[in-house]
């Protein structure tokens, strides 16, 4: 007698999601996500009831040059450390199947191709949930790039008003929807997220959409800058501003965003990543659900060492 299809399920996941795992198929057709993972801007790591980030946000404010040997120093209390706090995001990809569809598949291997084409689909709709809700705000307590990185600089991710708390703003600009001054606008704020040459916290990606993208692209001169030999020879193209790698993902928009993976992260539960969980037979129906499920959220630990240009018209 045929394996059931739930059976198929249980036995094929962990291969199927295996093989998507390598790294010829890991974030394979997600532009950002592919990104993110060579900056190392992501992370596995395990979650609490929320996700912390330590803030070293100011100077000493005792520190001062001494008058004579004998000045006094300031002796209140250190006060330099605070932190950001992230309420963790959830997202479940359902498969659904009715015992129609074992009765539709009788063969063994009409099940396999089934099971492993539902797989396989809810896997790469997993990662491309993920990319099309980093281009918007909150997603269901999920942050997008428009929370983290706001066009006014200020917001409150993390807990933390900007409004209030100049030192968490990042920096922001404009740029003309005719890309005559995109490089020079790419470069006043990306200089402003560098606080300086030498930065080890530099921008260290940018991404947008194909819009923007084109325009830069074609302000570029005739010797264009590629980065990144593993990736061009893959059949991607690796193009970059300055030191940092630029990519544009189909879900982005006419914003172009710069982040260093050091300061900005996608934080994925290690114990709940891609997971799948337990099988469920759907009330009043003859059918039955099992989901891909994964815990995450985007953080930053230096909001100011990223930033994000808006397009305006020309004019």
Do not use: C
Not at 139 to 158: E, I
């Amino acid at each position: 007698m045929p394996l059931a299809i739930e059976q198929i399920i249980a036995a094929s996941y962990p291969g199927v999601l295996t093989a998507m795992r390598k790294p010829a198929n890991q974030w394979s057709e997600t532009s950002l996500m592919r990104a993110l993972e060579s900056t190392k801007a992501v992370r596995r790591k395990a979650f609490g009831p929320t996700l912390e980030e330590t803030l070293d946000y100011r100077m000493n404010p005792g520190a001062a040059f001494l008058a004579t040997d004998m000045t006094d120093v300031d002796l209140s209390k250190t006060d330099v450390l605070t932190a950001a706090s992230f309420d963790v995001g959830e997202l479940a990809i359902p498969i659904v199947w009715s015992e129609g569809d074992d009765v539709k598949n009788p063969t063994e291997n009409q099940k396999v191709a089934l099971v492993e084409s539902l797989l396989e689909n809810g896997i790469n709709t997993h990662d491309d949930k993920i990319e099309q809700a980093l281009f918007g705000t909150v997603t269901n307590k999920f942050n997008g790039f428009q929370t983290v990185l706001p066009d006014n600089g200020q917001g409150t991710p993390g807990g933390i008003d900007a409004a209030t708390e100049v030192w968490w703003r990042n920096p922001v600009g404009t740029y003309l929807d005719d890309g005559t001054d995109i490089e020079a606008a790419m470069g006043t704020a990306f200089d402003a997220a560098s606080k300086g040459s030498g930065s080890t916290l530099k921008p260290n990606l940018l991404f947008t959409g194909p819009g923007p993208y084109g325009i830069y692209m074609g302000a570029l001169q005739t010797m264009q800058r590629f980065v990144n030999t593993k990736e061009a020879d893959a059949g991607f193209t690796s193009v970059a501003f300055r030191t940092a790698s630029f990519v544009f993902s189909q879900y982005g928009n006419t914003r172009i965003y710069g982040i260093n993976g050091k300061s900005f992260h996608l934080d994925i539960s290690k114990d709940a990543n891609r997971k799948l969980l337990e099988k469920q037979m759907i009330p009043s129906k003859v059918a039955w659900v099992r989901k891909i499920y994964s815990a995450l959220q985007l953080t930053t630990n230096n909001k100011s060492r990223g930033f994000v240009l808006t397009q305006v018209a020309a004019p």
